[in-house]
Protein backbone atom coordinates (compact mmCIF):
# COMPACT_ATOMS: atom_id res chain seq x y z
CA UNK A 1 0.00 0.00 0.00
CA UNK A 2 3.26 2.41 0.47
CA UNK A 3 3.31 2.80 -3.36
CA UNK A 4 -0.26 3.92 -3.85
CA UNK A 5 0.07 7.18 -6.09
CA UNK A 6 -1.21 10.19 -4.10
CA UNK A 7 -4.98 11.71 -4.56
CA UNK A 8 -5.47 15.03 -5.28
CA UNK A 9 -8.20 16.90 -3.42
CA UNK A 10 -9.94 19.94 -5.05
CA UNK A 11 -10.55 22.48 -2.45
CA UNK A 12 -13.33 25.85 -3.43
CA UNK A 13 -12.57 28.29 -1.32
CA UNK A 14 -13.71 31.37 0.23
CA UNK A 15 -12.74 34.09 2.59
CA UNK A 16 -13.28 37.85 3.84
CA UNK A 17 -9.81 39.45 3.03
CA UNK A 18 -10.11 41.78 5.48
CA UNK A 19 -8.02 40.10 8.66
CA UNK A 20 -5.57 38.22 6.34
CA UNK A 21 -2.04 39.41 5.21
CA UNK A 22 -3.20 37.37 1.82
CA UNK A 23 -3.14 34.07 0.87
CA UNK A 24 0.10 32.92 0.40
CA UNK A 25 2.02 31.50 3.71
CA UNK A 26 4.45 33.92 5.40
CA UNK A 27 5.92 33.35 8.99
CA UNK A 28 4.54 35.34 11.50
CA UNK A 29 1.92 36.70 9.35
CA UNK A 30 -1.71 35.61 9.59
CA UNK A 31 -2.51 34.41 6.01
CA UNK A 32 -5.06 31.97 4.05
CA UNK A 33 -2.83 29.14 2.96
CA UNK A 34 -1.12 29.51 6.03
CA UNK A 35 -4.22 28.82 7.97
CA UNK A 36 -5.83 25.92 5.88
CA UNK A 37 -2.45 24.59 6.19
CA UNK A 38 -2.28 25.02 9.81
CA UNK A 39 -5.80 22.64 10.05
CA UNK A 40 -4.73 20.36 7.94
CA UNK A 41 -1.83 19.74 10.17
CA UNK A 42 -4.41 19.01 12.67
CA UNK A 43 -6.43 16.62 10.59
CA UNK A 44 -3.24 14.61 9.43
CA UNK A 45 -1.45 15.01 12.89
CA UNK A 46 -0.61 11.23 13.25
CA UNK A 47 0.07 10.75 9.63
CA UNK A 48 2.70 13.53 8.18
CA UNK A 49 3.98 14.77 6.10
CA UNK A 50 1.24 17.39 6.14
CA UNK A 51 -0.09 18.68 2.54
CA UNK A 52 0.42 22.07 1.30
CA UNK A 53 -1.52 23.69 -1.00
CA UNK A 54 -1.33 24.62 -4.80
CA UNK A 55 -3.48 27.75 -5.37
CA UNK A 56 -5.29 28.90 -8.64
CA UNK A 57 -4.69 33.07 -7.52
CA UNK A 58 -2.57 34.16 -4.81
CA UNK A 59 -4.30 37.00 -3.84
CA UNK A 60 -3.10 40.09 -2.03
CA UNK A 61 -3.48 41.50 1.60
CA UNK A 62 -7.37 42.53 1.94
CA UNK A 63 -8.39 40.67 -1.44
CA UNK A 64 -11.87 38.85 -0.76
CA UNK A 65 -13.07 35.49 -2.87
CA UNK A 66 -15.77 33.72 -3.31
CA UNK A 67 -14.58 31.14 -5.53
CA UNK A 68 -10.70 30.46 -4.84
CA UNK A 69 -9.69 27.09 -5.62
CA UNK A 70 -6.86 25.28 -4.88
CA UNK A 71 -5.44 21.82 -4.64
CA UNK A 72 -3.54 19.15 -2.23
CA UNK A 73 -2.55 15.63 -2.64
CA UNK A 74 -3.29 13.03 0.02
CA UNK A 75 -0.99 9.60 0.58
CA UNK A 76 -3.11 6.72 0.98
CA UNK A 77 -2.45 6.85 4.31
CA UNK A 78 -4.47 10.38 4.75
CA UNK A 79 -7.06 9.53 2.77
CA UNK A 80 -7.42 6.28 4.81
CA UNK A 81 -7.52 8.44 8.19
CA UNK A 82 -10.66 10.38 6.66
CA UNK A 83 -12.27 7.43 5.86
CA UNK A 84 -12.87 6.43 9.40
CA UNK A 85 -14.78 8.99 11.42
CA UNK A 86 -13.38 8.68 15.53
CA UNK A 87 -16.44 9.26 17.24
CA UNK A 88 -19.93 10.35 17.75
CA UNK A 89 -23.30 9.52 15.42
CA UNK A 90 -21.30 8.85 12.32
CA UNK A 91 -18.35 6.54 13.66
CA UNK A 92 -18.78 2.83 12.11
CA UNK A 93 -20.93 4.67 8.63
CA UNK A 94 -19.51 4.75 5.30
CA UNK A 95 -19.45 8.23 3.58
CA UNK A 96 -18.06 10.90 2.05
CA UNK A 97 -13.89 10.94 2.80
CA UNK A 98 -13.00 13.78 0.24
CA UNK A 99 -15.52 15.75 1.28
CA UNK A 100 -14.87 15.49 5.11
CA UNK A 101 -11.94 16.92 4.62
CA UNK A 102 -13.64 20.33 3.75
CA UNK A 103 -15.63 19.62 6.84
CA UNK A 104 -13.22 19.21 9.44
CA UNK A 105 -11.04 22.23 8.28
CA UNK A 106 -14.19 23.96 8.78
CA UNK A 107 -14.76 23.04 11.81
CA UNK A 108 -11.16 23.39 13.39
CA UNK A 109 -11.86 27.53 11.78
CA UNK A 110 -14.93 27.99 13.81
CA UNK A 111 -18.60 29.13 12.40
CA UNK A 112 -17.97 32.49 12.15
CA UNK A 113 -14.36 32.21 10.63
CA UNK A 114 -13.98 34.45 8.29
CA UNK A 115 -12.31 31.45 5.82
CA UNK A 116 -14.80 28.55 4.75
CA UNK A 117 -14.18 25.60 2.56
CA UNK A 118 -17.42 25.28 0.34
CA UNK A 119 -16.33 21.74 -1.18
CA UNK A 120 -13.62 19.19 -1.08
CA UNK A 121 -13.76 16.85 -3.64
CA UNK A 122 -11.14 14.45 -5.74
CA UNK A 123 -10.08 15.82 -8.48
CA UNK A 124 -10.34 14.69 -12.05
CA UNK A 125 -7.16 13.42 -13.49
CA UNK A 126 -4.54 16.04 -14.53
CA UNK A 127 -6.10 18.89 -12.62
CA UNK A 128 -3.49 21.17 -11.42
CA UNK A 129 -5.40 24.79 -9.40
CA UNK A 130 -2.75 26.89 -10.92
CA UNK A 131 -1.72 25.01 -14.35
CA UNK A 132 -5.42 24.17 -15.09
CA UNK A 133 -7.14 27.05 -14.87
CA UNK A 134 -7.70 28.86 -18.45
CA UNK A 135 -9.58 32.25 -16.55
CA UNK A 136 -9.82 33.87 -13.50
CA UNK A 137 -13.07 36.29 -12.75
CA UNK A 138 -12.64 39.21 -9.97
CA UNK A 139 -15.24 41.85 -9.19
CA UNK A 140 -14.98 45.50 -7.93
CA UNK A 141 -17.34 46.73 -5.95
CA UNK A 142 -17.41 50.96 -5.75
CA UNK A 143 -19.87 53.26 -3.75
CA UNK A 144 -19.67 56.65 -5.64
CA UNK A 145 -22.08 59.79 -4.24
CA UNK A 146 -25.30 58.17 -5.96
CA UNK A 147 -24.62 54.94 -4.29
CA UNK A 148 -26.51 54.18 -0.60
CA UNK A 149 -23.48 53.74 2.13
CA UNK A 150 -23.58 50.53 4.11
CA UNK A 151 -21.69 50.22 6.72
CA UNK A 152 -22.31 46.09 6.94
CA UNK A 153 -20.89 46.56 3.29
CA UNK A 154 -17.85 48.35 4.13
CA UNK A 155 -15.70 45.67 4.18
CA UNK A 156 -15.77 44.98 0.35
CA UNK A 157 -16.80 47.69 -0.68
CA UNK A 158 -14.61 51.55 -1.63
CA UNK A 159 -16.68 54.91 -0.18
CA UNK A 160 -15.31 56.51 -3.03
CA UNK A 161 -16.11 60.70 -2.72
CA UNK A 162 -17.24 61.23 -5.81
CA UNK A 163 -19.92 60.67 -8.68
CA UNK A 164 -18.85 58.18 -11.15
CA UNK A 165 -20.15 58.22 -15.24
CA UNK A 166 -20.92 54.58 -15.53
CA UNK A 167 -20.84 55.15 -19.38
CA UNK A 168 -17.49 56.85 -19.51
CA UNK A 169 -16.07 53.73 -17.67
CA UNK A 170 -17.60 51.03 -19.88
CA UNK A 171 -16.41 53.13 -23.15
CA UNK A 172 -12.69 52.88 -20.99
CA UNK A 173 -12.95 49.35 -20.07
CA UNK A 174 -14.46 48.45 -23.15
CA UNK A 175 -11.02 50.05 -25.07
CA UNK A 176 -8.84 47.43 -23.35
CA UNK A 177 -10.27 44.82 -24.43
CA UNK A 178 -8.34 41.67 -26.08
CA UNK A 179 -4.51 40.19 -26.26
CA UNK A 180 -2.16 42.84 -24.91
CA UNK A 181 0.73 43.86 -22.99
CA UNK A 182 -0.13 45.28 -19.43
CA UNK A 183 3.23 46.72 -18.56
CA UNK A 184 1.51 50.11 -17.86
CA UNK A 185 -0.95 48.18 -15.35
CA UNK A 186 1.22 45.57 -13.66
CA UNK A 187 3.90 45.66 -10.73
CA UNK A 188 6.95 44.06 -12.44
CA UNK A 189 7.94 40.83 -11.14
CA UNK A 190 11.02 39.12 -12.28
CA UNK A 191 10.24 36.93 -15.12
CA UNK A 192 6.92 37.14 -15.45
CA UNK A 193 5.02 37.77 -18.22
CA UNK A 194 2.92 41.31 -18.49
CA UNK A 195 1.13 39.75 -21.81
CA UNK A 196 -2.46 38.49 -20.94
CA UNK A 197 -5.58 38.57 -22.75
CA UNK A 198 -8.35 40.75 -20.96
CA UNK A 199 -11.72 38.84 -22.15
CA UNK A 200 -14.12 40.89 -20.22
CA UNK A 201 -14.27 43.80 -18.53
CA UNK A 202 -17.61 45.76 -17.63
CA UNK A 203 -19.20 47.91 -15.46
CA UNK A 204 -22.67 47.88 -13.76
CA UNK A 205 -25.01 49.36 -11.05
CA UNK A 206 -26.02 46.58 -8.69
CA UNK A 207 -29.91 46.40 -7.56
CA UNK A 208 -28.87 48.46 -4.26
CA UNK A 209 -27.02 51.11 -6.65
CA UNK A 210 -23.15 49.85 -5.94
CA UNK A 211 -20.89 50.30 -9.01
CA UNK A 212 -19.40 46.52 -9.90
CA UNK A 213 -16.86 45.86 -12.00
CA UNK A 214 -16.18 42.21 -13.58
CA UNK A 215 -12.56 41.70 -15.48
CA UNK A 216 -12.21 38.77 -16.55
CA UNK A 217 -9.03 37.73 -17.96
CA UNK A 218 -6.40 34.21 -19.17
CA UNK A 219 -4.14 35.08 -16.03
CA UNK A 220 -3.57 38.99 -14.36
CA UNK A 221 0.15 40.36 -13.46
CA UNK A 222 0.77 41.99 -9.90
CA UNK A 223 -2.16 44.73 -9.54
CA UNK A 224 -3.47 44.50 -12.48
CA UNK A 225 -7.56 44.17 -11.57
CA UNK A 226 -6.77 47.11 -9.16
CA UNK A 227 -4.80 49.18 -11.96
CA UNK A 228 -7.54 48.54 -14.77
CA UNK A 229 -10.48 49.47 -12.01
CA UNK A 230 -8.10 52.71 -10.77
CA UNK A 231 -8.19 53.86 -14.86
CA UNK A 232 -11.79 53.55 -15.20
CA UNK A 233 -12.52 55.12 -12.01
CA UNK A 234 -10.18 58.09 -13.32
CA UNK A 235 -11.99 58.38 -16.56
CA UNK A 236 -15.57 57.99 -14.86
CA UNK A 237 -14.37 61.33 -13.00
CA UNK A 238 -13.82 62.91 -15.96
CA UNK A 239 -9.82 63.19 -14.74
CA UNK A 240 -8.67 61.25 -17.83
CA UNK A 241 -10.23 61.18 -21.36
CA UNK A 242 -11.02 57.66 -22.25
CA UNK A 243 -9.99 57.83 -25.64
CA UNK A 244 -6.08 58.03 -23.82
CA UNK A 245 -6.59 54.86 -22.95
CA UNK A 246 -5.29 52.59 -25.16
CA UNK A 247 -2.31 55.10 -25.54
CA UNK A 248 -1.21 54.90 -22.01
CA UNK A 249 -1.64 50.97 -22.33
CA UNK A 250 0.57 51.13 -25.40
CA UNK A 251 3.35 53.11 -23.53
CA UNK A 252 4.09 50.13 -21.10
CA UNK A 253 5.14 51.95 -18.62
CA UNK A 254 3.32 52.96 -15.26
CA UNK A 255 2.62 56.58 -14.71
CA UNK A 256 0.54 58.87 -12.59
CA UNK A 257 -2.55 59.26 -14.88
CA UNK A 258 -4.72 56.67 -12.43
CA UNK A 259 -4.02 55.02 -9.18
CA UNK A 260 -4.16 51.31 -7.69
CA UNK A 261 -7.12 51.09 -6.14
CA UNK A 262 -7.39 49.44 -2.57
CA UNK A 263 -7.40 46.12 -2.23
CA UNK A 264 -10.40 45.85 0.31
CA UNK A 265 -13.50 46.84 -3.12
CA UNK A 266 -11.76 43.64 -4.54
CA UNK A 267 -13.08 39.62 -4.31
CA UNK A 268 -11.87 36.79 -6.64
CA UNK A 269 -15.15 34.95 -7.83
CA UNK A 270 -14.55 32.18 -9.90
CA UNK A 271 -11.60 29.73 -12.01
CA UNK A 272 -12.11 28.66 -15.27
CA UNK A 273 -10.86 25.16 -15.96
CA UNK A 274 -11.30 22.90 -19.53
CA UNK A 275 -12.91 19.74 -19.37
CA UNK A 276 -11.97 16.97 -17.43
CA UNK A 277 -10.17 15.38 -20.93
CA UNK A 278 -8.02 18.83 -21.45
CA UNK A 279 -6.94 19.40 -17.80
CA UNK A 280 -3.20 17.87 -18.17
CA UNK A 281 -2.91 19.47 -21.37
CA UNK A 282 -3.52 22.65 -20.38
CA UNK A 283 -1.26 22.15 -17.26
CA UNK A 284 1.42 21.09 -19.50
CA UNK A 285 1.12 23.77 -21.76
CA UNK A 286 1.04 26.16 -18.77
CA UNK A 287 3.95 24.74 -17.10
CA UNK A 288 6.11 24.68 -20.07
CA UNK A 289 5.54 28.88 -20.90
CA UNK A 290 6.66 29.50 -17.47
CA UNK A 291 9.85 27.93 -17.25
CA UNK A 292 10.16 29.15 -20.72
CA UNK A 293 9.57 33.06 -19.29
CA UNK A 294 11.94 31.96 -16.36
CA UNK A 295 14.51 30.79 -18.28
CA UNK A 296 14.65 34.11 -20.58
CA UNK A 297 15.65 37.93 -19.67
CA UNK A 298 12.87 39.03 -22.01
CA UNK A 299 8.92 38.57 -22.34
CA UNK A 300 8.12 35.31 -24.45
CA UNK A 301 5.37 35.98 -27.03
CA UNK A 302 2.51 33.82 -26.32
CA UNK A 303 2.28 32.10 -29.41
CA UNK A 304 -0.53 33.80 -32.71
CA UNK A 305 0.04 37.11 -30.35
CA UNK A 306 1.50 39.01 -33.26
CA UNK A 307 2.91 41.66 -29.96
CA UNK A 308 6.19 42.62 -29.97
CA UNK A 309 8.32 41.14 -27.19
CA UNK A 310 10.48 44.11 -25.45
CA UNK A 311 12.74 43.85 -21.56
CA UNK A 312 10.03 42.98 -18.38
CA UNK B 1 -33.17 85.50 18.95
CA UNK B 2 -33.26 83.56 22.23
CA UNK B 3 -36.96 82.97 21.53
CA UNK B 4 -37.05 81.36 18.38
CA UNK B 5 -38.31 77.77 18.32
CA UNK B 6 -36.06 74.42 17.87
CA UNK B 7 -35.56 73.07 14.58
CA UNK B 8 -36.16 69.42 14.28
CA UNK B 9 -33.59 67.57 12.48
CA UNK B 10 -34.08 64.28 10.83
CA UNK B 11 -31.19 61.58 10.70
CA UNK B 12 -31.45 58.36 8.81
CA UNK B 13 -28.68 55.79 9.53
CA UNK B 14 -27.08 52.81 8.84
CA UNK B 15 -25.09 50.81 10.63
CA UNK B 16 -23.61 47.50 11.03
CA UNK B 17 -24.44 46.32 14.50
CA UNK B 18 -22.12 43.73 15.03
CA UNK B 19 -19.92 46.05 17.62
CA UNK B 20 -23.32 48.21 19.11
CA UNK B 21 -24.56 47.12 22.37
CA UNK B 22 -27.80 48.01 20.57
CA UNK B 23 -29.28 51.36 19.80
CA UNK B 24 -29.91 52.96 23.77
CA UNK B 25 -27.47 55.13 25.27
CA UNK B 26 -26.22 52.63 28.44
CA UNK B 27 -23.60 53.66 30.87
CA UNK B 28 -20.40 52.75 29.88
CA UNK B 29 -21.14 49.87 26.54
CA UNK B 30 -20.43 50.98 22.99
CA UNK B 31 -24.61 52.15 21.72
CA UNK B 32 -24.99 53.77 18.28
CA UNK B 33 -27.52 56.41 20.15
CA UNK B 34 -24.14 56.59 22.12
CA UNK B 35 -21.75 57.48 19.77
CA UNK B 36 -23.57 59.73 17.71
CA UNK B 37 -24.97 61.82 20.53
CA UNK B 38 -21.01 61.59 21.57
CA UNK B 39 -20.01 63.20 18.11
CA UNK B 40 -22.96 66.14 18.58
CA UNK B 41 -21.30 67.19 21.62
CA UNK B 42 -18.15 67.26 19.68
CA UNK B 43 -19.80 69.25 17.04
CA UNK B 44 -21.91 71.45 19.83
CA UNK B 45 -19.15 71.92 22.48
CA UNK B 46 -19.29 75.84 22.44
CA UNK B 47 -22.94 75.26 22.59
CA UNK B 48 -24.52 73.43 25.24
CA UNK B 49 -27.08 71.82 26.06
CA UNK B 50 -26.35 68.94 23.74
CA UNK B 51 -28.63 67.18 22.32
CA UNK B 52 -30.02 63.57 22.27
CA UNK B 53 -31.82 61.46 19.50
CA UNK B 54 -35.60 60.38 19.26
CA UNK B 55 -35.32 56.97 17.38
CA UNK B 56 -37.88 54.81 15.27
CA UNK B 57 -36.78 51.63 16.21
CA UNK B 58 -34.86 50.87 19.22
CA UNK B 59 -33.05 48.14 18.04
CA UNK B 60 -30.78 45.24 20.08
CA UNK B 61 -27.28 44.30 20.21
CA UNK B 62 -26.45 42.83 17.28
CA UNK B 63 -29.04 44.13 14.90
CA UNK B 64 -27.74 46.06 11.93
CA UNK B 65 -29.94 48.92 10.37
CA UNK B 66 -29.80 50.45 6.56
CA UNK B 67 -32.54 52.64 7.30
CA UNK B 68 -33.17 53.69 10.46
CA UNK B 69 -34.94 57.29 11.42
CA UNK B 70 -33.77 59.48 14.41
CA UNK B 71 -34.59 63.10 15.71
CA UNK B 72 -33.10 65.98 17.30
CA UNK B 73 -34.00 69.58 18.00
CA UNK B 74 -31.32 71.97 17.45
CA UNK B 75 -31.44 75.52 19.34
CA UNK B 76 -30.92 78.51 16.69
CA UNK B 77 -27.41 79.19 17.80
CA UNK B 78 -26.64 75.47 17.42
CA UNK B 79 -28.75 75.40 13.75
CA UNK B 80 -26.65 78.73 13.05
CA UNK B 81 -23.25 77.59 14.22
CA UNK B 82 -23.54 75.06 11.23
CA UNK B 83 -24.07 77.40 9.08
CA UNK B 84 -20.55 78.86 9.02
CA UNK B 85 -17.53 76.73 8.20
CA UNK B 86 -14.91 77.55 10.42
CA UNK B 87 -12.36 76.51 7.83
CA UNK B 88 -11.34 75.12 4.56
CA UNK B 89 -12.61 75.36 0.62
CA UNK B 90 -16.10 75.70 1.97
CA UNK B 91 -15.20 79.01 4.26
CA UNK B 92 -17.66 81.66 3.48
CA UNK B 93 -19.34 80.01 1.42
CA UNK B 94 -23.15 79.35 1.58
CA UNK B 95 -24.32 75.93 2.17
CA UNK B 96 -26.70 73.70 3.22
CA UNK B 97 -26.52 73.59 7.37
CA UNK B 98 -28.85 70.92 8.46
CA UNK B 99 -26.91 68.81 5.67
CA UNK B 100 -23.70 69.52 7.08
CA UNK B 101 -24.13 67.97 10.31
CA UNK B 102 -24.46 64.57 8.91
CA UNK B 103 -21.39 65.12 6.86
CA UNK B 104 -19.83 66.35 10.49
CA UNK B 105 -21.10 63.28 12.20
CA UNK B 106 -19.46 61.15 9.31
CA UNK B 107 -16.21 63.00 9.90
CA UNK B 108 -15.88 62.30 13.52
CA UNK B 109 -16.96 58.65 13.20
CA UNK B 110 -14.17 58.44 10.08
CA UNK B 111 -14.49 56.98 6.96
CA UNK B 112 -14.65 53.30 8.00
CA UNK B 113 -17.10 53.54 10.69
CA UNK B 114 -19.72 51.40 11.31
CA UNK B 115 -22.08 53.83 11.77
CA UNK B 116 -23.23 56.09 8.91
CA UNK B 117 -25.79 59.33 8.79
CA UNK B 118 -26.80 58.88 4.95
CA UNK B 119 -28.98 61.76 5.19
CA UNK B 120 -29.60 64.68 7.66
CA UNK B 121 -32.35 67.05 6.88
CA UNK B 122 -34.74 69.74 8.53
CA UNK B 123 -37.84 67.78 9.23
CA UNK B 124 -41.25 68.47 8.26
CA UNK B 125 -44.04 70.29 10.78
CA UNK B 126 -45.07 67.14 13.37
CA UNK B 127 -42.44 65.37 12.88
CA UNK B 128 -41.58 62.87 15.30
CA UNK B 129 -39.13 59.52 14.35
CA UNK B 130 -40.80 57.17 16.91
CA UNK B 131 -44.51 58.95 16.80
CA UNK B 132 -45.36 59.69 13.69
CA UNK B 133 -44.10 56.02 12.44
CA UNK B 134 -46.63 53.99 10.63
CA UNK B 135 -44.76 51.09 9.99
CA UNK B 136 -41.56 49.62 10.26
CA UNK B 137 -39.32 46.93 8.14
CA UNK B 138 -37.10 44.53 8.69
CA UNK B 139 -35.29 41.84 6.70
CA UNK B 140 -33.97 38.29 8.45
CA UNK B 141 -31.31 36.93 6.18
CA UNK B 142 -30.58 32.78 6.34
CA UNK B 143 -28.06 30.50 4.46
CA UNK B 144 -29.16 27.22 5.21
CA UNK B 145 -27.44 24.30 3.63
CA UNK B 146 -28.68 25.19 -0.40
CA UNK B 147 -26.87 28.66 0.15
CA UNK B 148 -23.49 29.42 -0.70
CA UNK B 149 -21.75 30.50 2.73
CA UNK B 150 -19.51 33.26 1.80
CA UNK B 151 -17.68 34.89 4.93
CA UNK B 152 -17.45 38.36 3.90
CA UNK B 153 -21.50 38.11 4.69
CA UNK B 154 -21.09 36.44 7.91
CA UNK B 155 -22.01 38.95 10.04
CA UNK B 156 -25.60 39.91 8.59
CA UNK B 157 -26.09 36.45 7.85
CA UNK B 158 -26.94 33.08 10.01
CA UNK B 159 -25.66 30.10 9.16
CA UNK B 160 -28.26 27.41 9.35
CA UNK B 161 -26.87 23.89 9.11
CA UNK B 162 -30.22 22.48 7.39
CA UNK B 163 -31.80 22.42 3.95
CA UNK B 164 -34.89 24.52 4.88
CA UNK B 165 -38.41 24.47 2.94
CA UNK B 166 -39.12 27.91 1.70
CA UNK B 167 -42.87 27.09 0.56
CA UNK B 168 -43.78 25.30 4.08
CA UNK B 169 -41.75 28.65 5.45
CA UNK B 170 -44.05 30.87 3.09
CA UNK B 171 -47.12 28.91 4.13
CA UNK B 172 -46.39 29.53 7.75
CA UNK B 173 -45.65 33.62 7.09
CA UNK B 174 -49.14 34.24 5.38
CA UNK B 175 -50.65 32.58 7.76
CA UNK B 176 -49.76 34.70 10.81
CA UNK B 177 -50.65 37.98 8.99
CA UNK B 178 -53.00 40.68 10.21
CA UNK B 179 -53.83 41.99 13.56
CA UNK B 180 -53.87 39.80 16.10
CA UNK B 181 -51.97 39.73 20.13
CA UNK B 182 -48.60 38.63 19.72
CA UNK B 183 -47.73 37.84 23.62
CA UNK B 184 -46.03 34.18 22.06
CA UNK B 185 -43.61 35.99 20.12
CA UNK B 186 -42.76 38.64 22.55
CA UNK B 187 -40.47 39.30 25.34
CA UNK B 188 -42.48 41.04 27.62
CA UNK B 189 -42.42 44.47 28.86
CA UNK B 190 -44.09 46.26 31.31
CA UNK B 191 -46.70 48.51 30.21
CA UNK B 192 -45.83 47.54 26.50
CA UNK B 193 -49.11 46.17 24.27
CA UNK B 194 -48.08 43.16 22.30
CA UNK B 195 -51.47 43.61 19.88
CA UNK B 196 -49.84 44.64 16.21
CA UNK B 197 -51.19 43.84 12.51
CA UNK B 198 -48.50 42.16 10.93
CA UNK B 199 -48.72 43.35 7.78
CA UNK B 200 -46.22 41.22 5.21
CA UNK B 201 -44.21 39.10 5.93
CA UNK B 202 -42.53 36.53 3.11
CA UNK B 203 -40.09 34.74 2.37
CA UNK B 204 -37.57 34.69 -1.04
CA UNK B 205 -34.25 33.00 -2.17
CA UNK B 206 -31.80 36.53 -3.25
CA UNK B 207 -30.02 35.97 -6.44
CA UNK B 208 -27.37 34.80 -4.31
CA UNK B 209 -29.39 31.66 -2.61
CA UNK B 210 -29.90 33.11 0.91
CA UNK B 211 -33.32 32.94 2.36
CA UNK B 212 -34.44 36.39 2.96
CA UNK B 213 -37.99 37.42 5.46
CA UNK B 214 -39.38 40.49 4.31
CA UNK B 215 -41.17 41.69 7.80
CA UNK B 216 -43.80 44.77 7.96
CA UNK B 217 -45.88 46.10 10.93
CA UNK B 218 -47.14 48.97 12.36
CA UNK B 219 -44.72 48.38 15.27
CA UNK B 220 -42.90 45.63 16.40
CA UNK B 221 -42.80 44.50 20.09
CA UNK B 222 -39.20 43.17 21.66
CA UNK B 223 -38.14 39.86 19.89
CA UNK B 224 -40.97 39.59 17.34
CA UNK B 225 -39.06 39.60 14.47
CA UNK B 226 -36.46 36.69 15.41
CA UNK B 227 -39.69 34.88 17.14
CA UNK B 228 -41.50 35.25 14.03
CA UNK B 229 -38.61 34.18 11.89
CA UNK B 230 -37.67 31.34 14.54
CA UNK B 231 -41.23 29.88 14.30
CA UNK B 232 -40.83 30.13 10.22
CA UNK B 233 -37.33 27.95 10.73
CA UNK B 234 -39.21 24.99 12.64
CA UNK B 235 -41.85 24.80 10.29
CA UNK B 236 -38.88 25.12 6.85
CA UNK B 237 -37.25 22.32 8.71
CA UNK B 238 -39.98 20.32 9.40
CA UNK B 239 -39.84 20.34 13.46
CA UNK B 240 -43.70 22.23 12.95
CA UNK B 241 -46.24 21.74 11.07
CA UNK B 242 -47.02 24.99 10.01
CA UNK B 243 -51.03 24.69 10.82
CA UNK B 244 -50.47 24.34 14.35
CA UNK B 245 -48.54 28.00 13.97
CA UNK B 246 -51.89 30.04 14.30
CA UNK B 247 -52.60 27.90 17.16
CA UNK B 248 -49.67 28.98 18.51
CA UNK B 249 -49.88 32.31 18.17
CA UNK B 250 -53.63 32.20 19.72
CA UNK B 251 -52.36 30.83 22.91
CA UNK B 252 -49.91 33.95 23.78
CA UNK B 253 -47.94 32.10 25.71
CA UNK B 254 -44.21 31.60 25.22
CA UNK B 255 -43.20 28.32 24.50
CA UNK B 256 -40.52 25.57 22.90
CA UNK B 257 -41.88 24.98 19.75
CA UNK B 258 -39.32 27.44 18.16
CA UNK B 259 -36.87 29.15 18.98
CA UNK B 260 -35.69 33.12 18.81
CA UNK B 261 -32.98 33.43 16.19
CA UNK B 262 -29.94 35.78 16.44
CA UNK B 263 -29.73 39.23 16.41
CA UNK B 264 -27.09 39.43 13.52
CA UNK B 265 -29.37 38.15 10.89
CA UNK B 266 -31.72 41.29 11.66
CA UNK B 267 -31.62 44.39 9.67
CA UNK B 268 -34.07 47.38 9.62
CA UNK B 269 -34.01 48.62 6.92
CA UNK B 270 -36.94 51.25 6.48
CA UNK B 271 -39.22 53.34 8.66
CA UNK B 272 -42.82 54.59 7.04
CA UNK B 273 -44.30 57.88 7.85
CA UNK B 274 -48.00 59.20 6.80
CA UNK B 275 -47.59 62.37 3.79
CA UNK B 276 -46.31 65.25 5.72
CA UNK B 277 -50.13 66.94 6.63
CA UNK B 278 -50.69 63.89 8.92
CA UNK B 279 -47.08 63.76 11.01
CA UNK B 280 -48.44 65.74 13.85
CA UNK B 281 -51.78 63.95 13.95
CA UNK B 282 -50.03 60.95 14.08
CA UNK B 283 -47.78 61.63 16.35
CA UNK B 284 -50.84 62.75 18.87
CA UNK B 285 -52.89 59.43 18.49
CA UNK B 286 -49.26 57.30 19.23
CA UNK B 287 -48.39 59.16 22.13
CA UNK B 288 -52.13 59.13 23.61
CA UNK B 289 -52.33 54.77 23.21
CA UNK B 290 -48.66 54.52 24.81
CA UNK B 291 -49.69 56.86 27.67
CA UNK B 292 -52.83 55.08 28.21
CA UNK B 293 -51.12 51.62 27.94
CA UNK B 294 -48.44 52.78 30.28
CA UNK B 295 -51.49 53.95 32.64
CA UNK B 296 -53.31 50.83 32.86
CA UNK B 297 -51.71 47.28 33.58
CA UNK B 298 -54.18 45.31 31.14
CA UNK B 299 -53.74 45.92 27.61
CA UNK B 300 -55.73 48.76 25.60
CA UNK B 301 -57.49 46.96 22.36
CA UNK B 302 -56.79 49.61 20.03
CA UNK B 303 -60.13 50.62 18.36
CA UNK B 304 -62.16 48.50 15.97
CA UNK B 305 -59.67 45.73 16.73
CA UNK B 306 -62.51 43.18 17.73
CA UNK B 307 -59.80 41.51 20.08
CA UNK B 308 -59.95 40.85 23.57
CA UNK B 309 -57.71 42.13 25.97
CA UNK B 310 -55.95 40.80 29.06
CA UNK B 311 -53.20 41.05 31.45
CA UNK B 312 -49.83 42.23 29.68
Not at 167 to 175: G, V
Not at 218 to 235: I, T
Request: charged share 25%; aromatic share 8%.
Amino acid sequence: MQDDPATRIRLDIAYDGTAFNGWTRQPGMRTVQGEIEAALAVVFRRFPPFPTLVVAGRTDAGVHATGQVAHLDLSPEQLRSLARPRRGKMQGRVYDAPASLGRRINGLAGLESDVYVSRSAIAPDGFDARFSAIWRRYEYRIADNLSPRNPIERRNTVWYPATLDIDLMNQAATSLLGLHDWATFCKPREGATTIRTLQEFRWQRSSDGILVAEVKADAFCHSMVRSLVGSCVAVGQGNLDPERLVGIRDERMRGSEFKVMPAKGLTMVEVGYPEDSGLAARAEQTRARRQAEEASPVLVRPSGSGLPTGPA
